[in-house]
Structure formats: structure tokens, C-alpha cells
């Protein structure tokens, strides 16, 4: 890939003004996404990494870093290359790689989000530092606190008797981040929050939800999953004129609050982790996000928990599937697009599982 392509790259990923959720509606093609991220791994040696944090850190020195596990939890996730490593006096700490070349929009947003989370009384991690790479030979970088605990899903694998107990525990600490007020809807502004300040990119909720809706759907047009028909049936659902949209205050939503980014003691949640895609939104589009990557049956145990902390709201049902529906038709639109250079079985079957339950949600709305 040519300085070029990244410059143009790099001014298309940074702009968030109209992203619904960003990876699926970041502006590049799909070739430079498999060309980016499929070896992001590979893209900086261990010595070089060290360097980098230790010219990076102020008041403290990496002294190791752990061998590269392309199996480890930590290295599952789409988009950094994530190490674990000593830190002199802080101790063990996570450090979140994003490609060479490649300009990263989250990280301080991330960060303030975090601490909010732990000015809460919630198990959020602190930032030791941030670095914004400098170069197109530069890679971005953020070292955090490793928060104690293995990840929801790893102890559910081993432990699947658990599931009731530690799913009550995601319910109620997914509600109690969602009390959390803030400022703006949508994305946070990145700039904004390297000088401190946490701010979505949208002034309604509408338009949050609006974001990039028009090119998801183009997709499950020409993909045949929707037709014409359905495509403007769902778009009018999202208009100003919906009053379950008529919404004022904004609230932290994780907008990724899966099995795989929560840590857990078997007993508590002892860690959120991954807020890339963290936005001021409604409780409810958590419920909505996470309900997308699980079976039905899941959702009752997640709810009780949940509502262990919040009301119900009246409402719940018919918002929770019109949010539903927009992170379905989102989701829909990243697996289909990945498919054009990812033929694993794994996306093939979360490209089967969404189709399900869009079907479920045209069902809903009599689409």
C-alpha cells in the first residue's frame, strides 16, 4: 500500500460524523481493510514495540512484554494487535496496537469513557499513555491497566453452569454504565477528548441512528437479502416522525458489550474492556447491540439482571426491536462486506445467524 492510499485512507477512517457503528461504516474499501488488518500482527517486532512505549511513558519502563499468542483471547478482537506486558512499578498492563501508517480515532475517546467508568464505581481500566503514530513507518499505540479475571466467554466455556449466575452480573453492570449520562450523541469526538472533553458527534438521537443507514441498506439490496420495498420500509422506521426516537438524554453505551469484552471472577465483573466503539446513546441500544450475537433464550437472563437496576421502561419491547433492527441491518452490512475477502466458516455462520434474525425483525414490523 502506497503513502498515498494511506493518506486517503487515514481521512476516511478519522471522520466518524457519519458512522453509525465504525467498522462497519468506516469509508475504505474492502480491499485496504484486508490489507490493513487481515496481518496486523506481523506489521512490528517485539524490540521495536518496547522502544516505542518506553519513549512513549513518563514515570514508569516496560521491562517485558509476553510472546506473541495468535490464541490468546486478547488477540481475537478485528482491528489492534493486542500485547501483554510488565510495567516497572504499575505491573502487569495491556498494550493495544493499531496498524503501521495507520491514524487511530478512538483512542482518547476511549480512554475519557473509561474513566468515567471508573469514577463510577465501575471496573473500568486507567490509560498509562497514548501515542498517535507520526509517520506512515509510525504505528499508533495505547498501554492500559490489565484488569483481573479471564473473559466472560472463556469462563462460560469452561464453566457453562455459571451462565444464570455471571449473566446476571453482565445485566446489572451493562445498566449501571448506562445511567451514566453524557454529553452528544453518537461517536465521541476524538479530537475533543484529547483535550479532555467528551462529546458525541450528533445532537439527536435520530441522527445517531440516521448515520450511514442510506449505504447499510444499498448493501442488503444488492446483496439480495432486502428488496426495494423493505429497504424504504425499514429507512422510514428511523425518521424524526418515529416518536420511540423522541429521545433527549444521552448515556454511555459500550455498543460492544459481548461476552468477550467483560472480565469475570466466576462471582462479579471485574473488567469492561474494548470501548473502540463507545457512543452516547439510549440504555436500551446496549440490549439491542448485545442481543444480536446471542440465541433469544439468552436475552431473558441478561434482562433480569439488568432491570435488577434499572425500570422497565413501557416502551421496552417496541423500542428494543426498532434498535435491534438498526444494529441487525448494521452488523448484516460489516459481515457481507468482510465476506469478499473473509471465507472462513466463522463468518459464514454469523452472516447466517444475522439473516435470522433480520427475518425475525421484518416479521416484527410486518416488512
Not at 126 to 134: G, N, Q, S, W
Not at 155 to 166: A, M, R, T, V, Y
Request: proline share 4%; net charge negative.
Amino acid at each position: 500500500m502506497t503513502k498515498l492510499d494511506l493518506e486517503k485512507v487515514n481521512e476516511a477512517i478519522s471522520d466518524r460524523s457519519n458512522v453509525f457503528y465504525w467498522q462497519t461504516d468506516r469509508n475504505i474499501k474492502q480491499s485496504d481493510v484486508a490489507e490493513i488488518w487481515s496481518d496486523r500482527h506481523s506489521k512490528f517486532s517485539d524490540l521495536e514495540l518496547i522502544q516505542k512505549v518506553n519513549n512513549s511513558l513518563v514515570d514508569d519502563e516496560l521491562i517485558e512484554i509476553e510472546p506473541f499468542n495468535p490464541d490468546a483471547p486478547l488477540s481475537l478482537g478485528n482491528i489492534n494487535s493486542v500485547r501483554i506486558g510488565k510495567l516497572n512499578n504499575a505491573g502487569e498492563v495491556v498494550i493495544r496496537c493499531h496498524p503501521k501508517g495507520v491514524v487511530n480515532g478512538y483512542f482518547y475517546a476511549e480512554t475519557l469513557a473509561s474513566n468515567e467508568l471508573i469514577n463510577h464505581n465501575l471496573p473500568g481500566y486507567k490509560t498509562f499513555t497514548i501515542h498517535d503514530f507520526e509517520s506512515y513507518v509510525d504505528f499508533a499505540f495505547q498501554v492500559i491497566q490489565k484488569l483481573p479475571g479471564v473473559p466472560v466467554q472463556t469462563w462460560l466455556q469452561n464453566n457453562p453452569g455459571d451462565e444464570k449466575k455471571i449473566m446476571h452480573e453482565v445485566g446489572k453492570t451493562m445498566a449501571l454504565m448506562n445511567e451514566i449520562e453524557v454529553e452528544g450523541f453518537g461517536p465521541f469526538n476524538n479530537q475533543l477528548a484529547s483535550k479532555g472533553l467528551l462529546f458525541g458527534m450528533h445532537t439527536s438521537f435520530v441522527d445517531s441512528l440516521r448515520a450511514s443507514v442510506d449505504s447499510n441498506l444499498e448493501v442488503l439490496v444488492n446483496k439480495e437479502i432486502l428488496n426495494m420495498n423493505q429497504s424504504r420500509a425499514i429507512d422510514s422506521l428511523f425518521s424524526e416522525e418515529n416518536i420511540l426516537l423522541g429521545i433527549s438524554k444521552s448515556v454511555l453505551v459500550h455498543n460492544d458489550f459481548a461476552d468477550w469484552n467483560q472480565m469475570t471472577d466466576g462471582e462479579t465483573i471485574t473488567g469492561i474492556i474494548d470501548l473502540d466503539e463507545v457512543i452516547g446513546g439510549h440504555p436500551i441500544s446496549d440490549i439491542a447491540c448485545w442481543s444480536t450475537f446471542f440465541d433469544p433464550d439468552r436475552l431473558d437472563l441478561l434482562l433480569e439482571g439488568y432491570f435488577s437496576v434499572l425500570p422497565r421502561p413501557d416502551n421496552f419491547d417496541e423500542l428494543f426491536e426498532l434498535l435491534r433492527l438498526r444494529y441487525v441491518v448494521s452488523k448484516m452490512t460489516l459481515r457481507l462486506r468482510k465476506s469478499s475477502w473473509d471465507d472462513s466458516q466463522f463468518l459464514k455462520d454469523r452472516i447466517n445467524s444475522g439473516s435470522k434474525h433480520l427475518m425475525e425483525s421484518l416479521r416484527y414490523f410486518g416488512i
